[in-house]
């Protein structure tokens, strides 16, 4: 996916340890794969199946 547009969080934006996912538009879905390591793949997700993960990562206690 040379050609898709990766994007990561304005939240993560300036922090250089921050452990941070990217996001891109794919036909069909959504690419997510790590900022750190990204020459290592991506996942590819519809977006029903990307909004389940959102929905279980902000019901998790991460404190």
Not at 25 to 31: A, D, N, Q, T, Y
Not at 40 to 46: A, M, Y
Request: glycine residues 12%; charged residues 25%.
């Amino acid at each position: 996916m040379t050609d898709s547009v990766w994007r990561k969080s304005s939240y993560s934006t300036g922090m250089e340890d921050s452990e941070c996912v990217e996001l891109a538009s794919l036909p069909g879905g959504v690419g997510v794969r790590d900022s750190k390591a990204p020459r290592d793949g991506f996942l590819s997700l519809s977006r029903g199946e990307l909004a389940d993960v959102v929905a279980l990562i902000r019901a998790c206690d991460l404190g």
